[in-house]
Nanobody, 121 residues
Framework: QVQLVESGGGLVQAGGSLRLSCAAS????????MGWYRQAPGKQRDLVAT???????NYADSVKGRFTISRDNAKNTVFLQMNSLKIEDTAVYYC???????????????WGKGTLVTVSS
């Protein structure tokens, strides 16, 4: 069974920084794409950033230049460095692992339970 555990959320003032981490546990052979999504109150879950196993990244326009995604393939961990945070970045941030290959399954997708990021004025 694969589990994703996020950490690093919290309360920060506008203009500040936070670093989110997400570790995938279990007997994992490979993960195609890892990423972060967020869901603000009353809104749908939206893409924040993704990174493939070879390091290709994709960002939402709203976070380009402020957020940086990275991953450690050996540790099945993904990070999100968030700088110059804005009030509108307030949301629950969810980690994703897409195309996971284990001894039992091929190409499954997994999600973390989320970590709350609150940006205050």
């Amino acid at each position: 069974q694969v589990q994703l555990v996020e950490s690093g959320g919290g309360l920060v003032q506008a203009g500040g920084s936070l670093r989110l981490s997400c570790a995938a546990s279990g007997i994992i052979f490979s993960i195609d794409t890892m990423g972060w999504y967020r869901q603000a109150p009353g809104k749908q879950r939206d893409l924040v950033a993704t990174i493939t196993s070879d390091g290709s990244t994709n960002y939402a326009d709203s976070v380009k230049g402020r957020f940086t995604i990275s991953r450690d393939n050996a540790k099945n961990t993904v990070f999100l460095q968030m700088n110059s945070l804005k009030i509108e970045d307030t949301a629950v941030y969810y980690c994703s692992a897409l195309g996971v290959v284990t001894a039992t399954y091929y190409g499954m997708d997994y999600w973390g339970k989320g970590t709350l990021v609150t940006v205050s004025s």
